[in-house]
């Protein structure tokens, strides 16, 4: 069985509608069935939400276990780049094993989180899986190269007048301004976050 088909099961076990297990959940109706579609994953938190709730063990969420040809290795970034090519060899710390059916098209990498400037929305520990594209959109979260340290850092990318200002979830950091003294490069759009128990 698959993670949205589980979901599914157990609220329909429960008698519950989509709505009434957001309202459980504290959630949106809409996040529900996006996970009963199978479009996007929750994340650890509401996995473990949702193993209360319905008073399951985490496992039952992840007893279905993928073969080798369901699943693509993908890079994982260091936190300082050496190289200007993005995923060669000697910017890559090590490899992650993910499912093929959830990952969106194009050049993808993740980052591990080094920091908790954009917690609590994405803890420090996590893996943040990034499609490599040079432009992202107001409001996006953008894998950014600060040219001055070559640091690859995660940020929220706010677009003013004559600049970008690059903020954080967590309030104890600064932001960050991007302008010809701190240059910076757009690497990638955030699409998904993993978080290892």
């Known amino acids: 069985m698959e993670f949205k088909d589980i979901i599914k099961h ?15 959940l504290n959630i949106s109706k809409t996040t529900v069935s996006s996970w009963e579609r199978g479009a996007n994953y929750p994340t650890m938190d509401r996995v473990i939400l ?29 936190p300082i780049l050496c190289s200007s090519s993005i995923t060669a060899k000697e910017n890559i710390c090590e490899y992650r094993e993910t499912l093929k059916a959830s990952l969106p098209s194009g050049n993808l990498f993740y980052i591990k989180v080094k920091d908790d400037a954009m917690a609590p929305k994405i803890p420090k520990g996590g893996f943040v899986l990034v499609k490599e594209q040079s432009t992202v959109k107001n409001g996006d979260i953008a894998a950014v190269l600060l ?10 990318v706010r677009k003013l007048d004559d600049y970008i200002l690059l ?9 960050y301004l991007i302008n010809e003294h701190n240059p910076a490069q757009m690497i990638g759009k955030a699409v998904k976050l993993e978080v290892d128990l």
């Open 10 to 24: 157990l609220r329909k076990k429960n008698q519950m509608t989509q709505e009434d297990l957001a309202k459980a």
């Open 147 to 156: 040219k001055d340290t070559k640091e690859v850092t995660l940020k929220r």
């Open 50 to 78: 949702l193993a209360d709730y319905f008073r399951v063990s985490m496992n039952t969420f992840f007893e279905q276990v993928p073969n080798s040809e369901d699943t693509l290795l993908l890079p994982v970034l260091g």
């Open 167 to 175: 903020e954080t979830v967590n309030e104890e950091y600064a932001p």
